[in-house]
């Protein structure tokens, strides 16, 4: 972690010809090329549900070159152990009215993919068609892989991974919300997740708001025939595969938050962050 800050800072200072930015920002050399360094420290209080400390960085590079635009995410954390991990790279070209990107993204994950530092992606070629789009996401070491395929419109997003294992195919459906005041998702193997953000004002450098958000991920095989009058619908509620809910309160970088895991553990703990910039 040491050589984390020193590197960051002097990249938030370096001077630039075509952007000056005061303090710890983005860095840009050029029109076409910006250096988004970030750091994040927090300190939590709980027994065994997350360690006490942790700390992390990470870089972003947003370039743009013609029709084609780039962005790699690269992090250095330390939470219990400590870890690193290109969470994105990829590039986008524009070729007419169809827009094709490959390498590694993150918009396809959810809360079973965060880091410390933020959304691990997943490599793969995606293609989009106005409001079409598509996706091959091959698995490790190649050995086979699952095709998405999807629309969106407005705020609004409906898809559904196809995947073939033990000569049948298997479909995974995945509905998603985005609105300015948060976002809501279902997808058919990790249940339902979303987040609702409620702004309290402006600062002198950034914002104030209140945040919730959970994931509830039932077990459906408990509303069978014969037990949903008995215990079933009782079950389906309160023992899920997972159940993680959590609110906080930010102002500027700073947040202060609490969450609770009723499933597969039951735990409570809370935190404070800080996150620059």
Same mark, same amino acid.
């Given at each position: 972690?040491?050589?984390?800050?020193?590197?960051?800072?002097?990249?938030?200072?370096?001077?630039?010809? !075509?952007?000056?930015?005061?303090?710890?920002?983005?860095?840009?050399?050029?029109?076409?090329?910006?250096?988004?360094?970030?750091?994040?420290?927090?300190?939590?209080?709980?027994?065994?549900?997350?360690?006490?400390?942790?700390?992390?960085?990470?870089?972003?590079?947003?370039?743009?070159?013609?029709?084609?635009?780039?962005?790699?995410?690269?992090?250095?954390?330390?939470?219990?152990?400590?870890?690193?991990?290109?969470?994105?790279?990829?590039?986008?070209?524009?070729?007419?009215?169809?827009?094709?990107?490959?390498?590694?993204?993150?918009?396809?994950?959810?809360?079973?993919?965060?880091?410390?530092?933020?959304?691990?992606?997943?490599?793969?070629?995606?293609?989009?068609?106005?409001?079409?789009?598509?996706?091959?996401?091959?698995?490790?070491?190649?050995?086979?892989?699952?095709?998405?395929?999807?629309?969106?419109?407005?705020?609004?997003?409906?898809?559904?991974?196809?995947?073939?294992?033990?000569?049948?195919?298997?479909?995974?459906?995945?509905?998603?919300?985005?609105?300015?005041?948060?976002?809501?998702?279902?997808?058919?193997?990790?249940?339902?997740?979303?987040?609702?953000?409620?702004?309290?004002?402006?600062?002198?450098?950034?914002?104030?708001?209140?945040?919730?958000?959970?994931?509830?991920?039932?077990?459906?095989?408990?509303?069978?025939?014969?037990?949903?009058?008995?215990?079933?619908?009782?079950?389906?509620?309160?023992?899920?595969?997972?159940?993680?809910?959590?609110?906080?309160?930010?102002?500027?970088?700073?947040?202060?938050?609490?969450?609770?895991?009723? !499933?597969?553990?039951?735990?409570?703990?809370?935190?404070?962050?800080?996150?620059?910039?």
């Amino acid at each position: 972690m040491r050589f984390l800050i020193p590197i960051a800072v002097a990249l938030a200072l370096a001077p630039s010809t !075509a952007q000056e930015v005061p303090g710890f920002g983005p860095v840009c050399p050029a029109p076409e090329i910006c250096l988004e360094p970030a750091l994040r420290l927090q300190l939590g209080l709980a027994q065994g549900y997350a360690p006490p400390w942790a700390a992390g960085g990470l870089l972003a590079l947003r370039a743009l070159e013609g029709s084609a635009y780039y962005r790699v995410r690269l992090g250095v954390w330390f939470e219990g152990a400590l870890q690193w991990g290109l969470l994105e790279a990829y590039g986008t070209s524009q070729l007419g009215p169809l827009e094709l990107s490959y390498g590694k993204r993150g918009e396809l994950g959810g809360p079973w993919s965060e880091t410390f530092v933020g959304q691990d992606g997943r490599w793969g070629v995606w293609v989009r068609y106005q409001g079409l789009e598509a996706a091959y996401l091959p698995h490790p070491a190649l050995v086979g892989g699952q095709l998405y395929v999807g629309a969106r419109s407005g705020e609004f997003q409906a898809g559904a991974f196809a995947e073939v294992a033990q000569g049948s195919l298997g479909l995974t459906p995945r509905l998603s919300w985005r609105g300015a005041l948060g976002e809501a998702f279902w997808q058919a193997d990790q249940g339902f997740w979303g987040r609702l953000t409620l702004p309290l004002g402006e600062g002198p450098s950034g914002g104030a708001g209140l945040e919730g958000w959970v994931w509830w991920n039932p077990e459906w095989t408990y509303l069978g025939p014969g037990s949903f009058l008995q215990e079933g619908l009782r079950a389906w509620l309160l023992r899920p595969r997972k159940l993680v809910f959590g609110l906080a309160y930010t102002w500027e970088g700073w947040r202060f938050g609490a969450e609770a895991s009723r !499933a597969p553990v039951e735990a409570a703990w809370v935190y404070l962050r800080l996150h620059l910039p």
